[in-house]
């Protein structure tokens, strides 16, 4: 497929994380260069439930990260309600989040971070590329990395 905008990175992909309370996302998101893209706080209909887009705009493109719920019962979505409010999110999920300078965030942010939130400091990796992995307040595992070309 031809890439229609050469040199950045292109997805499609959505990533959806349920959560309790938006501005913790908001803060804590904020300390990696995201901020509100849209908010909406009945999810485009009569819920009480709201949706959330933070965005991230870097060299090597956009990462916006979608956040449905704000409040403790989004723990009762359908899929979810079988499931303790306690079990911890993202289990056995890494999020990964290319960025253009890896090593500069990772000095922006280190000495914000809580020992329990970082869960590998930065590192060169095996294959030749430096990360860093964090844990949100929400228990979601994030690695934030410089670009490996998987082909996109």
Not at 41 to 65: A, F, M
């Amino acid at each position: 497929m031809n890439n229609p905008n050469p040199g950045k990175v292109t997805n499609n992909l959505v990533i959806e994380l349920h959560i309790p309370n938006f501005q913790l996302a908001r803060d804590f998101y904020s300390m990696f260069g995201f901020t509100e893209f849209r908010y909406d706080p009945v999810s485009g209909g009569n819920s009480d439930l709201g949706y959330l887009v933070l965005s991230r705009s870097d060299e090597i493109g956009e990462t916006h990260l979608n956040f449905y719920g704000d409040k403790e019962k989004v723990a009762q979505h359908s899929h979810f309600r079988d499931f303790s409010p306690n079990t911890p999110r993202g289990y056995a999920v890494e999020i990964t989040i290319p960025v253009s300078d890896v090593k500069k965030l990772w000095e922006e942010v280190k000495n914000k971070l809580t020992e329990k939130q970082i869960a590998q400091p930065l590192t060169l990796k095996r294959w030749n590329k430096w990360d860093f992995r964090i844990v949100d307040p929400f228990g979601f595992y994030i690695r934030f990395t410089e670009l490996v070309d998987w082909g996109q």
